[in-house]
């Protein structure tokens, strides 16, 4: 049987969901966790404490909830550029607001749905970056220099979790794989992540990264990628960086286990979890399920080429402190 | 010494072309030439696809290191057919090389320079396509083997259609947006700029890449580059990280801060 027969017989099967619950393998024999899986928006980070350890709405919330996205849909649809104020952010029609879930938080460890509580050190951290003015977050306004303004602003990166945790835009994700290797690309910020599988020991300790350096291996179905050596000037939050509410700052000494499972046809069970004992008091876990749609075509983000944000940001704050001396 | 030098190269080359009419590829699993692995150019294309002499960069501070080597021509013929018009665009664009070079901002590198600055590229062969993963900046591109798509809005790193010459691997790039240059000698294309790229794997370590360039807007016909790509061989080798955008953060807004 030819290479090329095997990958017909292969595509068929891809093409029958739920095939008797078996997941799609590759030509190569490995879990096909191939597509474009983009996030939705719309389940919050952290659970309202009021939910307490509950991980799912009632139908009475449920219901409740649709109603708004209805609503908001109604509102978004009626409103245009034109009758928006002028600003940096998008008109309301833009915004992905996504599709209403059960889902109560990303977070479904602690059982609360909530960050565990940083440790004292990274309070003082916290406290005192920047000579007390803390990490840069959502901008206030200070703008003395571009490193005022956090790497989101800047179009460095989002990071690994940034990158995948789904906002109002460019929530594009699209798996590939290869014998021996995945790609996980994402639309924020145009990242491709090649992972290998070989079982090749990470880099150095000595070598930091943003994206950190990523080792997949496969648990029966599972894709499973362990991510180390990161740098200590990202951010893991919904925005980039240290948004009120955000995760925020972690440390170079953050070990991320990302666990992937196709759960049916078109979900992605996407995992996480968030090991770094200087910054937070307990290991946490995110779970973000990711809908399989083929016609979302992931464009090219080039952030940092067309920031003229930040020039504009810069000039515009040098420009009100010329008018404060005349 | 020289003679034996360029001698010696001759029949690398003459070598390498002989064995690229014998040599069959290892195949990937659809039963095409398997091109995958970690690529780099070994070549002074990315400071000047024409022939260059030895040279002070654009920046005195930084001494020798900054400075340029001298390099033969990729372009066949060995010169780029501008127009007279286009010609003058291109001198002032290696005037203003320090500040304008988009590789000094960090911006994508688009094609076909992303094939050959001095940074690893890595080639994976999926079955939802071809991945070009590149370390500087993060570029990338997925090449469409299926059914031609058209191009959309302009980017950095074209809308990329590929398909099977035999063993090569075509791949038809257009909608860039003519914004990115063609080396730190101020090249470049135009919004007409379309590229049609061949990879060839000649050897287990080599491929060869060819790039017919064309754009009526600033040439007087299409032109060719061609050159080989090395693999990689170290033990473990990867794509590391070059998130430059903090590196060009000075030259680009320096001017704007807080004196």
Redesign the interface.
């Known amino acids: 049987m030819s290479a090329r027969f095997l990958f017909l017989l292969f595509t068929i099967g891809a093409l029958l969901p739920g095939l008797s619950g078996q997941v799609p393998k590759t030509p190569w024999g490995d879990p096909d966790l191939q597509g474009m899986w983009p996030g939705n928006m719309g389940v919050p980070l952290q659970r309202p404490e009021s939910l307490g350890t509950r991980a799912t709405l009632s139908d009475a919330e449920f219901a409740q909830k649709e109603a708004q996205a209805k609503k908001q849909a109604q509102a978004d649809s009626q409103s245009t550029a034109a009758s928006d104020s002028v600003g940096i952010g998008p008109p309301s029609y833009w915004v992905e607001r996504g599709k209403p879930t059960r889902q109560t938080s990303l977070i479904v460890d602690p059982p609360n749905g909530r960050l565990p509580p940083l440790t004292p050190e990274e309070q003082k951290l916290r406290k005192e970056a920047r000579g007390g003015k803390g990490f840069p977050g959502e901008w206030r306004g200070e703008a003395n220099s571009y490193d005022d303004l956090n790497i989101y602003y800047r179009c460095i990166t989002r990071g690994v979790l940034g990158s995948i945790i789904p906002v109002v835009y460019n929530n594009g994700n699209e798996i590939l794989q290869a014998p021996g290797v995945v790609i996980i690309r994402n639309e924020m910020i145009h990242e491709a992540r090649v992972i290998p599988l070989d079982g090749r020991p990470h880099v150095s300790s000595t070598i930091r990264q943003y994206m950190g350096d990523s080792r997949g291996h496969w648990e029966g179905n599972t894709l499973v990628i362990e991510t180390t050596n990161f740098t200590d000037k990202d951010a893991i939050g919904s925005n980039g960086a240290g948004y009120p509410g955000d995760p925020g700052h972690h440390s170079a000494d953050l070990k991320l286990t990302e666990r992937l499972t196709r759960v049916d046809a078109n979900t992605l069970n996407y995992q996480a979890t968030i090991d770094d004992p200087k910054t937070w008091t307990r290991p946490w876990t995110l779970l973000i399920p990711l809908k399989r749609d083929d016609r979302y075509q992931l464009l090219e983000y080039a952030c940092h080429e067309g920031n003229i944000a930040m020039g504009d940001i810069l000039s515009g704050a040098r420009a009100d402190e010329q008018k404060k001396t005349e | 010494m020289r003679n034996l030098v360029h001698l010696t190269i001759a029949a690398a080359l003459l070598t390498v072309s002989a064995a690229a009419q014998t040599y069959r590829p290892p195949?990937?699993?659809?039963?095409h030439a398997d091109l995958?692995g970690i690529y780099e150019a070994l070549n002074t294309a990315n400071w000047d696809l024409e022939d260059h002499s030895p040279q002070p960069g654009p920046m005195w501070q930084t001494g020798a290191i900054g400075s340029e080597p001298a390099g033969e021509s990729v372009v066949e013929g060995g010169t780029i057919p501008y127009k007279p018009e286009a010609l003058e665009k291109k001198k002032a664009n290696f005037a203003n090389r320090r500040v304008n070079d988009p590789e000094a901002?960090?911006?994508?590198p688009g094609i076909p320079r992303a094939n050959y600055m001095p940074f690893p590229f890595?080639i994976?062969?999926?079955?939802?396509?071809i991945?070009f993963?590149y370390e500087f900046?993060?570029?990338?591109r997925?090449v469409n083997m299926g059914k031609p798509e058209e191009a959309?809005?302009d980017?950095?790193?074209g809308t990329n259609n590929g398909h099977w010459e035999g063993d090569t691997l075509v791949v038809d790039v257009t909608g860039l947006n003519g914004?990115a240059w063609f080396d730190r000698a101020g090249d470049f294309g135009g919004k007409q700029l379309h590229v049609v790229e061949r990879f060839t794997r000649v050897d287990p370590y080599h491929l060869n890449y060819e790039a017919t360039i064309e754009d009526p807007t600033v040439f007087t016909r299409p032109w060719k580059i061609s050159m080989p790509l090395y693999r990689r061989v170290e033990k473990?080798a990867?794509?590391?990280?070059f998130?430059c955008?903090?590196f060009a953060?000075e030259l680009?807004?320096g001017q704007?801060?807080?004196k």
């Open positions: 195949r990937a699993p659809d039963g995958s901002k960090c911006y994508m890595q994976v062969q999926t079955p939802r396509g991945m993963v900046a993060s570029a990338n997925l959309g809005s980017t950095w790193m914004l473990n990867q794509l590391l990280e998130k955008v903090e953060e680009l807004y704007f801060k807080k």
